[in-house]
């Protein structure tokens, strides 16, 4: 535990009380939204080449479903041929988690900053080169406070991770399910995707709406909206990137 507070919990809080002090009138809103964009370019590196995996992984889709229906009967074969056709493209299938475990500490380390308060001021806390702020403006366009539940921001992300998960989805030609005699698999893999698609945001929207601080769904919604933006620009839909060929 000490370990989490000196790696994770002191440098964030350090962190939003420095951005606070850069833009006082603006609250910590403004702070929280500028950790966010520096925590993703600090993680930026991740997820390129996670985003660059998984557009392998939807160029390598045919070639991927032609060995599970050419193996669907020997699981241990498909595995080495799948395995082998990663290694061949230097694809790693689990890369895209990388990103989401580097910032679960760092989301649960934010979560403990504002569920133990931001309005008073932990001089204690601060480095010595981080001046101690008189206090802290926890409001957010001055209607929202940000160390308590927010509904609308919980909404919010919920939305955006509505929109994510929907974006990273595998994009798959319904064609080739359908060619395929190995269909029900896809079909599992797909209505898990489906799953997938509202389980997440239904979670955020829960615990966003239950026990979150607003600070929290703020941070969730402005990383879940610069991932977005990301997958737009490096990952672009499959009709978008054969436009521009």
């Not at 000490?2 to 962190?15: A, C, G």
């Not at 669907?72 to 493209?89: F, G, S, T």
């Amino acid at each position: 535990m000490e370990l989490f507070y000196t790696v994770f919990y002191e440098p964030l809080y350090n962190l939003l009380v420095f951005f606070y002090d850069l833009f006082p009138s603006a609250g910590i809103g403004l702070a929280i939204i500028l950790v966010t964009l520096l925590i993703k370019g600090i993680l930026f590196p991740f997820t390129f080449k996670s985003l660059k995996s998984q557009r392998s992984m939807q160029e390598l889709q045919p070639k991927i479903a032609k060995i599970r229906e050419e193996f669907k009967e020997d699981k241990e074969k498909m595995a080495q041929e799948l395995m082998a056709v990663y290694k061949d493209n230097n694809v790693n299938p689990f890369s895209s988690c990388l990103p989401l475990l580097i910032q679960l500490p760092i989301f649960f380390a934010l979560f403990r900053v504002l569920r133990d308060g931001i309005v008073e001021v932990k001089a204690d806390m601060l480095y010595s080169f981080i001046p101690a702020p008189d206090i802290i403006d926890s409001m957010f366009l001055g209607m929202i406070d940000l160390a308590e539940v927010s509904i609308p921001l919980a909404v919010l992300a919920a939305i955006a991770q509505y929109f994510q998960v929907k974006r990273t989805m595998a994009q798959k030609p319904a064609k080739e399910v359908k060619k395929s005699s190995g269909a029900m698999d896809e079909n599992m893999m797909a209505n898990m995707s489906k799953m997938m698609l509202y389980f997440m945001p239904a979670i955020t929207l829960v615990i966003g709406v239950t026990s979150l601080p607003g600070g929290v769904m703020l941070y969730w919604l402005s990383t879940t909206f610069l991932t977005i933006v990301l997958y737009s620009i490096f990952l672009p839909k499959k009709k978008e990137a054969d436009e521009k060929k």
